[in-house]
């Protein structure tokens, strides 16, 4: 006899179906079933290993915005953000969730951080609302967990959940809020006059954390749908390689991303091929 499914992590699915669905209706794409999978246990993971903390949230998607805001060079602009608000035990905490690995937001506090304070500024100084802390979740799952579902291992998933910390809290810093405003501003100004330069040669080269081989270029550049545009990457891909470069060339522009998304591009380009009496009237 199968053991009754948790009453939340059904309704989980139901509303991940049905979002998917109206996602689909709205705009026309679709997911590969592999993906698709991927995203739903994103989704479950994070409320099995933070459970505790989903069940106190008293308010979700909080829009944050601080106006009227000037560039170093006069342009007006505005930070508009959503976090998640929690109150219990005589506590406030602001929670922002990122799509990212826990183990980056660790190494890099100070990129989370700043942006952070600034919610918190607005949260607390300009609405005048108690806060307590700050923290960052990270839900992107480590490749650990990845690969025990990939081998239906139970046992290495579950030392894997129980290793994986995707909660991390970040201090509020309040002398930091205008620093980081007037960045905000600079960024704005760049995007107007389109300034746009990449990350350097030395920022692809470096390692996500100080454990494990992940760099910047693997792990960040990859996911970027302007990397073959990309000098940086260009100088990253050939860099202490052969003289010749012509061979490499091949790879570079072969290089399609992770596995998944290459699978999950070619299922969906097949189940999407328009039928043979209609390809004609498209092409």
């Not at 991927?38 to 505790?52: F, I, P, R, S």
């Not at 601080?66 to 219990?88: H, M, S, W």
């Not at 579902?149 to 201090?171: F, G, H, Q, S």
Request: charged fraction near 30%; charge should be negative.
């Amino acid at each position: 006899m199968m053991a009754e499914m948790d009453p939340i992590e059904k309704f989980i699915r139901e509303a991940f179906e049905e979002n998917f669905e109206d996602i689909r209706r709205d705009t026309g794409h679709a997911i590969s079933p592999q993906l698709r999978e991927l995203a739903l246990n994103q989704v479950l993971l994070y409320w099995h290993k933070l459970k505790e903390v989903a069940e106190k949230i008293t308010e979700t998607e909080v829009k944050l915005n601080l106006p009227n805001q000037k560039t170093p060079k006069g342009r007006k602009f505005a930070i508009e953000g959503v976090v998640d608000i929690v109150r219990a035990n005589d506590q406030v905490v602001m929670y922002d969730i990122k799509t990212h690995d826990a183990d980056y937001v660790r190494a890099h506090p100070e990129e989370y951080g700043e942006q952070l304070n600034v919610y918190a500024h607005i949260w607390h100084h300009l609405r005048g609302q108690r806060l307590d802390e700050t923290a960052i979740i990270a839900t992107n799952y480590p490749s650990t967990i990845r690969e025990a579902m990939a081998n239906r291992d139970a046992t290495a998933l579950e030392k894997a959940i129980e290793v994986w910390d995707p909660l991390i809290k970040l201090p509020f810093k309040p002398e930091d809020v205008q620093a980081m405003i007037e960045k905000f501003g600079m960024i704005v100004d760049k995007i107007e006059e389109d300034l746009f330069a990449p990350a350097s040669l030395e920022k692809l080269k470096e390692k996500l954390t100080t454990h494990g081989n992940s760099i910047f270029a693997t792990s960040i550049c990859r996911y970027c749908d302007a990397r073959f545009s990309c000098s940086s990457y260009r100088q990253y891909v050939t860099t202490g390689k052969a003289r010749i470069i012509e061979p490499y060339f091949k790879d570079y522009y072969g290089d399609l991303g992770p596995e998944v998304e290459r699978d999950d591009w070619t299922t969906n380009t097949l189940e999407n091929t328009p039928e043979a009496d209609t390809l004609a009237d498209i092409i």
